[in-house]
């Protein structure tokens, strides 16, 4: 079993540049959420995806948007690129029978650095 | 709001040693947390969670936490530490009062530094 895979692991970009971050779940996994983890914090929630949709979103900007396939990989996308955006953005899959008392999975991470 | 507070930011203990990594939280309904581990670099580790039944609850390592209502706490424990065990510690609630999508809120974390 894979578990959670994210792509790619680190990232540079420059302010005002867009980007896109992708995640794989753990196998038997329906359900996506994404996280930015800022340096010595915790991670934060950003959006979470099922059936292709947005289910529910955390307090980001519309510059954060998403993506969910038929297979259940999700993208994360970030337009207008700030140096506050440099973080680890964690991707986190769960099924969603029992999506309450579940525990959801990480993947290692994407380090995304703005320049 | 839903929250959780960590309120060290770091633990030094020795190896051997018994250790406690403290965890808070404040929710409406029944909580559902859990602990999860970070090592540099890496995404988060599940270790352990409550979601109902016993207070003290055994997770990966040998690890356990023990749930305590009355003090709104979730403090994770392990009767003898290993230098392998340093790392960052998050805990985590379950905010199931909001669509029942599973988001998580987390702690800011804890650093667990083991001497030899």
């Known amino acids: 079993d894979a578990g959670v895979t994210q792509s790619p692991t680190h990232l540079i970009k420059t302010r005002g540049q867009q980007v896109t971050l992708r995640c794989s779940p753990k196998?038997?996994?329906?359900?996506v959420s994404w996280y930015q983890q800022a340096l010595g914090q915790g991670p934060q929630f950003i959006f979470q995806?099922?059936?292709?949709?947005?289910?529910q979103r955390g307090n980001f900007p519309d510059r954060f948007s998403g993506h969910q396939f038929p297979n259940y990989s999700s993208e994360l996308n970030v337009n207008a690129l700030l140096l506050g955006d440099s973080a680890l953005y964690l991707c986190?899959?769960?099924?969603?029978?029992?999506?309450?008392?579940?525990?959801?999975?990480f993947g290692q991470g994407t380090r995304l650095t703005v320049v | 709001a839903q929250s959780v507070a960590q309120p060290e930011d770091q633990v030094n203990v020795a190896e051997g040693n018994p250790l406690t990594v403290k965890c808070t939280y404040s929710?409406?309904?029944?909580?559902?947390l859990f602990w999860y581990v970070q090592y540099p670099n890496r995404g988060l580790q599940f270790l352990l969670k409550?979601?109902?039944?016993?207070?003290l609850v055994k997770g990966s390592y040998g690890f356990e936490a023990e749930f305590n209502k009355s003090q709104t706490s979730f403090h994770l424990k392990k009767p003898s530490a290993l230098v392998s065990d340093s790392a960052l510690y998050f805990c985590?609630?379950?905010?199931?009062?909001?669509?029942?999508?599973?988001?998580?809120?987390f702690g800011q974390g804890t650093t667990l530094q083991v001497k030899p």
């Open positions: 986190a899959s769960t099924p969603e029978a029992g999506v309450a008392n579940t525990e959801a999975f």
């Open positions: 196998s038997g996994h329906d359900t």
């Open positions: 995806y099922y059936e292709e949709e947005e289910r």
């Open positions: 929710v409406s309904g029944n909580p559902y």
């Open positions: 409550y979601i109902t039944g016993d207070n």
């Open positions: 985590a609630v379950r905010d199931i009062r909001s669509s029942n999508t599973g988001k998580l809120i």
